[in-house]
C-alpha cells in the first residue's frame, strides 16, 4: 500500500474494471501518475503546475 499519497482513478479509465486505469495521487508540490494495473512498477511524477499543461498536451495528441 503506498502512504505518501491518496490514489485516485482517473474518471476516464473506461467501464468494467477498468482495464485502461490511470490513477493519480495530490501530493502537496507534485502530483504523481501510475498505472493501477501495476502500481509497483512506476510513478510519473510532476511539480504541480507543470501538471496542468501536461494534460492539455495529451488532450491535442489524442486522435
Known amino acids: 500500500m ?3 499519497g491518496n490514489w485516485r482513478k482517473s474518471s ?5 474494471d477498468g482495464n485502461a486505469c490511470v490513477e493519480i495521487s ?3 508540490t ?3 501518475i501510475r498505472d493501477s494495473k501495476d502500481p509497483a512498477v ?3 511524477t510532476f511539480p504541480a503546475e507543470a501538471f496542468s499543461p501536461f494534460i492539455e498536451a495529451l488532450k491535442i495528441t489524442q486522435p
Open 2 to 4: 503506498d502512504t505518501l
Open 12 to 16: 476516464y479509465s473506461g467501464s468494467g
Open 26 to 28: 495530490d501530493r502537496r
Open 30 to 32: 507534485h502530483i504523481a
Open 42 to 44: 512506476g510513478t510519473l
